[in-house]
């Protein structure tokens, strides 16, 4: 799995957007994780089986 850290809600969504489009397969519709703390996500698999996560804290 690969993190990144983004500035912004936005960030998370257009990541979630872009990675649809290219191919890649949903694992984690952007949103708030309480479970996790203050932080938005999206998960995405791309077709070589890589896992991303992209994550914005929003305090």
């Given at each position: 799995?690969?993190?990144?850290r983004v500035e912004t809600r936005g960030?998370?969504?257009g990541f979630?957007?872009?990675g649809l489009k290219s191919g890649d397969v949903y694992k984690g519709r952007p949103g708030l994780?309480?479970?996790d703390g203050d932080e938005y996500y999206?998960?995405?698999r791309d077709p070589a089986g890589t896992?991303?996560?992209l994550f914005a804290v929003v305090s």
């Open positions: 799995m690969i993190a990144f960030q998370v969504d979630y957007k872009v994780r309480p479970e999206a998960h995405i896992n991303y996560v």
